[in-house]
């Protein structure tokens, strides 16, 4: 088998069968609730709130209760902006907006294609398929088609990966962007992409020879540190000329004090996020220790507990720390650099694990996410309301 994935591999488009194939599995694997849009004789109506975003993306919505997901998409302006690129959001009674779900399911191809090609720039090429393949197999690949909901969070994983690929300092600038002004997390996982730049310029040497300083626009992880201080003078900037604010707080359901009731009674939200590939992290997480290496295996794990923390701070746990996926990519990085005899056999369990343990994610309770070849009813009633729309049958 390993031969067999390292000659397409290897050949010209090689990459692009792996990552269409893998798209094949996450979409078979993984039910696009979003189609149900069709059942809802009035969408516009339901969903008005994001209309109304779209509409007067800058202007507060009204009348929204803070403890609900309107009320904290205030300064998530990426989607918007495409919907209003698209121009047609509002069509057939506002089922436009399918447009919008449509574009992040397809982004997910070249999700699956930039991160396999990084993962070979990094290391193995059969490993690097494993990871891949792992990837495809849990939350964060499956959110291109699950969301339904306006969370988009899809969107937000591609611009973050892109800003890891990119080696054009304005791409990366203008792509982390585009991810933070999707999502307030992508800002938090600008750390984490901030220690792979900083890693990649040292070719992953470890030890004193790291700078954990960049010089000044020369470096691109100098990049990300400017995204950061960017967005984050913008936001002050455009909330206070608009009045604009995300509402914080119990009543809000966002904020520290929610993290002891989660761990108590959702603590299985973490290890479902990434199942098997807690593996890896863990594993790199020991070699990096028993190597002595102390800063990066402090600066790794506190980047965990901080993305961790963060997302048990909120209700939707699978989505929030799904926004760590970047220590993942710094892990298998790292599994290059230590050529262990053990990482093969880590590696194969960890995607053996995440391929066998049905997807599930955290947000009021534990959800599964269905499969789209055992939703045939689903689908079957979609597939009737898509023909009254365009056939009136």
Known sequence: MRQKIESILSSRFGPHKIAGFLFLWVA???YPRYLELFNDSAPISTYSFYFDKIEHPLTPLANVDEATHESKIVFRLTP????????NTSAQNGLGIIQLYLLQSLLLFPFILILLKLLIRLGDSFFAFLVVAAIASIYTTKAFFWDYIFWFDGIAYFFLLMGMYLRNRTGIFFALQLACWTDERAAIALFSIYLFHLLQENNFVLGNKVKYVPSFWKQNSTVVLLCFITYISLRMGIGSYFHLSTPLGYDAKVGLELVLFQIKYKAIGMFLTFEGLWILYFWV???????KHYGLCGLLAVAMLGHTVLAYCVYDISRSLSYAFP????SFAFLEKFKSNYNQVFIGLATLSCILIPTQYIIFSVNPIPLTILSGKEMYIVAGNISKLIFGI
């Open 285 to 291: 997480l020991f070699l990096l220790w028993r190597k």
């Open 327 to 330: 220590l993942i990519i710094i």
């Open 28 to 30: 078979l694997t993984t």
């Open 80 to 87: 918007v902006l495409f919907a209003k690129l698209m121009g």
